[in-house]
Each structure stands twice: as C-alpha cells, then as structure tokens.
C-alpha cells in the first residue's frame, strides 16, 4: 500500500504567506518612504545611494508605509546587504528614544563578524544620537565595563554606600554587538548591565549559534526579557515590551530573519 506523504505546512501562520522579494527592486533614498534625514546623509557618506530590495523589503515591513508590528521571517541571497537590512530600520525605530538604555543587542558567533556588524551600525547610529557597545573580547572586561556601563560621578571626601552606588549605574550604549561568551559575562558579573529595557534582539549566523551550546545564552537573554515584562506587568505599569529576534541561516547562501514580539 503506497503511503502518502502530507506536504508539511510552516507552524507558524505568518510563514505559509510569504512576501517575495524578489518583487522588490533597488530604490534610491530619496524615494525610500520615511527614512530620517539624518540617516540619509549617514548614509551617502558611506557611498550607499539607494537600498537593495531585501533592505528596503524589510524596510517597508518595518517601518512602513503601512507598517504594523508581526513577526517576519526574510530569505535573501549572501551579498545582498543583510547587515543594513536589519540594522537601519532597528536605528531608525530607537532614534527617537530620549533615555540612554540598552535598546538593541546584537549576537554573532565571532569577534570578526561582530566587528564587521558593528562597523556598519557605527556608521548610521551616531547619525541620530545612538551610541553602539562592542562586547567581543577584543579588550579586558575592565575596558568593556567602562565602555559599557555609566558610573554616577562621585564627589571627593564623601562615603558613598556600594549598594546605592550600584543602583545609580547606567547604560552608556543604546546597541551592543556582542559574541555569546562575552554576552554571559557581563549578564553574570557586571554590576548595572541589564537586559531589563531591550527592544530588539539580533542573532546573526543563527545555524552556527544554535548548534553550539554557547553557554546557553540564548535561553538566558529571553528568560531575563520575559521576567522584567512579567515584573512590569504585575506591577500594573503600561509597558510595550518588544523584541525582535532575527535569524540568519546562511545555508545554500541565504539569510533568514524572524520577529518575535514579547507583548
């Protein structure tokens, strides 16, 4: 008897519609739909005059016109500007964030890649005020906590108590790009890091990061997500809590994206 094999369906709903790319063709930015100018000047001196359709794919789903926050997953050939793709929209949707908080975190599998990643948010960030952290190792942890970490001023001949001064640390970036090992030491060791105000969470060259445990850092980073939005949310606080978790195959020369909302 000859069996029938069902073609399997994407478990997520959003997936079995997919948008095609290939639809999209390269647009110049002046034609780009609300791109900040000050992005667009970042831009040009970076020699960009317009965006590859993946970037303006994920643009248009992102940003808008027409935009509504829902769960993505994007295809797109290697080479085809998968870093900008992610990282412009990210920048422009925090340049109107007046606290300095940790808003975006960036994950890749090594320090070469994550300073190729950083490089390019560095380039459009500072363009709308937002600081980019690197956690890579590329420097002792002392050098990266100082990078990292805003300490409160201190004045000379006063006793300060080190529980109080604790609490007065501040982020001093809105985005870090970070590789899992170093990621976990600063979650686990470095007094005022926190997770507590993420908005997006990138995970970049996902098949390599999730084949290898890397100190389970993954399930850590949503954990601690998770409870500060339960926290907020018990203590009856309006609270928007959404993050953005990409994933990048770049098997048979693709990159895949996906969004997850936390709310």
Same mark, same amino acid.
């Given at each position: 008897m000859e069996v029938v094999k $069902?073609? /399997?369906e994407p478990v997520l709903p959003w997936m079995r519609r997919p948008v095609d790319v290939t639809n999209f063709e390269e647009r110049t930015l002046e034609a780009v739909p609300c791109l900040d100018p000050r992005l667009k000047v970042a831009l040009q001196k970076m020699s960009i005059s317009s965006l590859f359709p993946v970037q303006l794919a994920v643009w248009q789903e992102t940003i808008g016109p027409g935009c509504f926050e829902r769960d993505l997953c994007i295809n797109s050939p290697t080479g085809s500007g998968k870093t900008l793709a992610y990282a412009l929209p990210i920048v422009?949707? *925090?340049?109107n964030r007046a606290v300095k908080c940790l808003r975006a975190l960036v994950v890749l599998p @090594? %320090? &070469? *890649?994550? +300073?190729q990643v950083k490089e390019v948010f560095s380039a459009i960030a500072p363009a709308v005020g937002l600081s980019v952290g690197l956690a890579v190792g590329q420097s002792s942890i002392a050098d990266e906590i100082s990078d990292l970490v805003k300490r409160p001023k201190l004045e000379a001949g006063i006793c300060y108590d080190p529980e109080?001064?604790?609490q007065d640390l501040k982020s001093a970036v809105h985005i870090l790009v970070a590789t899992p090992? %170093? +990621? $976990? &030491?600063h979650i686990n060791t470095t007094k005022g890091f926190t997770l507590e105000h993420l908005c997006y969470l990138v995970v970049d060259e996902t098949d390599r990061m999730l084949r290898e445990a890397y100190q389970a850092w993954l399930p850590t980073v949503l954990q601690l997500t998770r409870s !500060?939005?339960? /926290?907020h949310f018990r203590c009856g606080n309006t609270f928007n809590h959404f993050y953005c978790l990409y994933l @990048? +195959?770049? !098997?048979? /020369? @693709?990159f895949t994206a996906v969004v997850l909302r936390g709310d």
């Open positions: $069902m073609k /399997s422009q949707m *925090l340049s @090594t %320090r &070469d *890649l994550a +300073l109080d001064h604790f090992g %170093r +990621l $976990m &030491d !500060n939005y339960e /926290s @990048t +195959l770049p !098997n048979c /020369s @693709t």
